[in-house]
Nanobody, 125 residues
Framework: EVQLQASGGGLVQAGGSLRLSCAAS????????IGWFRQAPGKEREGLSC????????YYAIPVKGRFTTSRDSAKNTVSLRANSLKPEDTAVYYC??????????????????WGQGTQVTVSS
């Protein structure tokens, strides 16, 4: 059974940090890029970052570039997202997903086959 388990969300004050984790099982983890997305109430799901299958390249969306960092551990089949300098507008449910995006689709949901259940991040002002 394919599973992506996102964890690490919570309530944090503006300016604070969180480290989200995504634990993967049931598929060939090393063959897939892992993306992080978020969805706030009433908004579309937004692509935030992606790390390639080899961890050789990363992508960050403009709203989080310079504040968020993603990494992966192939020995543990996990991917993390370190979120620093959090803002109230970062409040959303955060999801990890596995897929094979190309450059032009890296921030869209369509190339990601497997999705985790999401973890809530709330940033208070």
């Amino acid at each position: 059974e394919v599973q992506l388990q996102a964890s690490g969300g919570g309530l944090v004050q503006a300016g604070g940090s969180l480290r989200l984790s995504c634990a993967a099982s049931g598929f060939a983890f090393d063959d897939y890029a892992i993306g992080w997305f978020r969805q706030a109430p009433g908004k579309e799901r937004e692509g935030l970052s992606c790390i390639s299958s080899s961890a050789g390249s990363t992508y960050y969306a403009i709203p989080v570039k310079g504040r968020f960092t993603t990494s992966r551990d192939s020995a543990k089949n996990t991917v993390s997202l370190r979120a620093n300098s959090l803002k109230p507008e970062d409040t959303a449910v955060y999801y990890c997903a596995a897929g094979r995006p190309i450059t032009s689709t890296i921030a869209t949901t369509s190339p990601y086959y497997y999705w985790g259940q999401g973890t809530q991040v709330t940033v208070s002002s």
